[in-house]
């Protein structure tokens, strides 16, 4: 893609709106505009990154056997008051009355709507087990929408269910998601921990959350690798260290960590809570009707690409891991109006992109300066700098956004080092 | 995947509450599921069917030069009340009052959203033309919602938007669109014609809509192809037969047919009717300000879907164009009890897969009716026969959808053939 003919509308400027590093980023990056409190758009630079981490997910969810469907975001109120949560949930649902007088709920979440389908479709235990997961947009209205896309009152979830025949299956199936949830945040380049939590308004016996380390988090854990414990602190730092020391053992105590985190995953078993309530059932082995044990298991799709800027910026803007980078290089041609300067920048792009690598040419007539600064702003990973005194010495110059490493090479080298680099 | 794992509900009966082909045949493959009125799931099978359509828009969009975002769903009431849409739409765009009292209506269509976005980015002339586009819900309460997905109150839509300064570029953006939607239209599979329409709630000077052609369509066409003529019917056959007759050439009326179509697409010119409106300018050369130049270009595509069946489709089930099944090919073990059979069909199976072929397996233990019924029934293109008396003469059977063509053959020709075929 050139630069030019891009709509990824950078700003100099952190905007007064914004108060961490994410959401100022994603705004000045052109990534992301708001359209009213907790409602954000996705411009393409934004967009490009959410259907990376959106591959990722797909991906695993797959392997482990989960089948991707795609349910509505208008739910009867009916269905939820079968289980209650039409009250329950209040006045965090969005609501919509058609021309008809019937009530809707704007979807926040879909244990109601699949635990219909499922019931109305499986009724024998030999259709047992079945994954089923969705990405989609849900709608809560939070009380205080805020940091941007990382609490919104739209937002974009990976949903999925599982329906055992019995807890030894959901054991399992919940095992598979909880490993496929390590690998997805592995691929996303995330520094996370697992943590056993509170279910909330979803429910049922046992959940974990996935948390992702970084200094802005809205909660916090304490966490020890050597000893592989990790638990949610609820208390400001000092008392609730005190309290959970004594629970820890002493080695423990000594390599004990705390951490702001940002939740990214949770995975509920959810027993029979909602198979009870809506006579969701199965006929068994011996034809007894058997209510569905159910697992739940979310990813906030949109949260996680805000997760990666928290955990991965520095002053000049973005540094993204190269699996979930918009781009895996941009090239600088530092003069265009240099011929010789454009053409090399111009044949190496169009190699680039013939060898299949997602290549940006910053074609734009700026300065130099312009162009470092929104190359580092938007954070691709390798910058390939083509400047005229660099070809008076028959050189480029390849740039790592990570670590600032620096390799200057001909033309034929820059080009396998770069596939190299991208591949590493 | 292996049918006994798939959740791929199949239903023998035609349901009663479904009038035409598409309609029967998407709830009898257990491709989607009614929520409520105009509201459906799309099941696993149903959501790879829509997720091909979509990645064949987006490929032909991306290469006509527009850029993919992501809009909200949840629009303010104040940017519609710009346009004075927001009294014109009335009931059919459903409504939300969010905690704090303010009101949103759940997008119907983004001309509002997008423009607002433009306004704010793009100051100059030396910006212009942007052309973005998403893959969104849109939500329509309809008076009368039915045949299925065909006219849902819940449904997909890919939208764009150009921006030009000028009519000139506003025509070639608009030629490049209709170009875009000829290529899409054609790797669907369809037989369709090009139309100049109606604007309705859309607004704008001019419009087209992309019809294909099908028994069961809601509108009509005459169309002549030796003159490349057609035209909307907007009186039952006869008498608009005559009306039209008068406006063509003699040559052309010999030729001409009439044909009831189902409308996937519709491009309009727009001009300054949104732009003008919402106060959305650039300055240009002169340093002057002046309105966007505005096309939109919609699709619907979970509609695509529905079309596609009612254009393709036979007494046995869906009969789907290569381009856009969910599978390439379907590996029918006719007696999974006998070991030769099953294990043929296995490897079969672990081979064509490992070809990057997209690959069912009828694993279940069913009589070999119910197998040929069920993938006539989903209509792969392919189906791969392994049975006792084929492997005592050392022979497979591959069988076509489409033609009912037979092919007798080893295991080892048969895996080229498959190939080739596919291919083709």
Not at 84 to 97: D, L, P, Q, S, T
Not at 236 to 265: D, F, N
Not at 324 to 331: D, F, G, K, L, T
């Amino acid at each position: 893609m050139r630069l030019s003919q891009s709509f990824i509308p950078t700003m100099k400027e952190i905007p007064s709106e914004a108060q961490i590093p994410s959401h100022q980023l994603m705004l000045r990056a052109g990534m992301i505009r708001k359209l009213s409190s907790g409602v954000y758009e996705f411009l393409p630079l934004g967009y490009m990154v959410l259907k990376k981490v959106e591959q990722i997910i797909r991906e695993e969810m797959n392997a482990a056997g989960a089948q991707e469907l795609l349910l509505p975001a208008l739910h009867p109120k009916e269905l939820w008051e079968e289980t209650g949560r039409w009250e329950i949930y209040g006045e965090e649902m969005m609501k919509v009355i058609d021309r008809n007088k019937r009530q809707f709920g704007l979807g926040p979440t879909h244990e109601e709507v699949i635990t219909d389908l499922v019931r109305k479709e499986v009724k024998s235990y030999r259709q047992l087990p079945v994954i089923l997961y969705q990405f989609q947009t849900k709608f809560r209205d939070e009380i205080r929408p805020r940091f941007g896309i990382m609490r919104g009152r739209e937002f974009i979830m990976k949903d999925c269910y599982s329906f055992d025949k019995d807890e030894a299956g959901l054991k399992i199936n919940y095992q598979k998601m909880v490993q496929a949830y390590k690998n997805i945040f592995t691929r996303c380049g995330f520094d996370f921990r697992m943590v056993q939590a509170d279910s909330g308004n979803i429910g049922g016996n046992l959940s974990h959350e996935f948390m992702v380390l970084a200094n802005t988090g809205e909660e916090a854990i304490y966490y020890c690798d050597a000893c592989q414990v990790t638990m949610k602190a609820k208390e400001p730092e000092g008392a609730a260290a005190e309290t959970i020391e004594k629970q820890l053992c002493p080695s423990c105590q000594k390599e004990m960590k705390y951490s702001r985190v940002i939740e990214v995953g949770h995975t509920f078993n959810l027993g029979t809570k909602y198979s009870a309530k809506m006579n969701a059932t199965y006929l068994d082995e011996k034809g007894e009707s058997q209510p569905y044990i159910m697992g739940c298991y979310g990813i906030g799709v949109s949260r996680i690409v805000a997760a990666a800027i928290e955990q991965s910026h520095d002053a000049n803007g973005i540094i993204w891991p190269k699996q979930i980078s918009p781009y895996q290089a941009i090239v600088l041609p530092l003069d265009v109006t240099n011929e010789q300067v454009k053409n090399t920048a111009e044949d190496l792009y169009a190699r680039l992109k013939g060898q299949g690598i997602e290549v940006l040419l910053d074609d734009r007539d700026e300065r130099a300066g312009v162009k470092f600064k929104d190359a580092d702003l938007i954070g691709i990973p390798v910058k390939v700098v083509v400047s005229t005194r660099g070809l008076a010495e028959g050189k480029i110059e390849i740039k790592l956004r990570q670590t600032g490493e620096v390799f200057k090479l001909s033309v034929a080298e820059a080009l396998s080092k770069i596939t190299e680099l991208i591949q590493v």
